[in-house]
């Protein structure tokens, strides 16, 4: 038997009653609306580390194989994001890998 993500991401089928109770709630529903901000603001939060290695041109203090991980961390997350369709997970994850790639490479370079 061979893994196909394809297969994978179009074999798993929402419990749809599960999903109308769900966001029946009103506080659900203003979760579900709130995330999208988590998913794009968190991974902006890296920022300033990214542009304090960038223009100070030092990564000293900064962990290459804490960073490597992260990244691995968020590619897995992002497979899974793709694998369930969810957006903000997929969003997210995204960002965090184009937020954690500049702070992997100026480690590297300085």
């Known amino acids: 038997m061979s893994f196909s993500l394809h297969h994978f991401i179009h074999s798993h089928e929402v419990d749809q009653e599960k999903h109308e109770r769900l966001h029946a709630k009103r506080y659900v529903r203003f979760i579900d609306k709130a995330v999208y901000l988590v ?3 968190g991974p902006l939060m890296t920022i300033p580390q990214v542009l304090t290695i960038w223009i100070s041109q030092n990564a000293e203090d900064v962990s290459l194989l804490t960073w490597v991980l992260y990244t691995l961390t968020a590619i897995f997350w992002l497979l899974y994001g793709i694998a369930h369709r969810n957006k903000p997970i997929i969003i997210s ?4 890998v184009a937020m954690e790639i ?9």
Not at 102 to 110: A, C, D, K, Q
């Open 93 to 96: 994850n995204i960002l965090w």
């Open 102 to 110: 500049p702070v992997i490479v100026g480690t590297i370079i300085y």
């Open 39 to 41: 998913a794009i603001f």
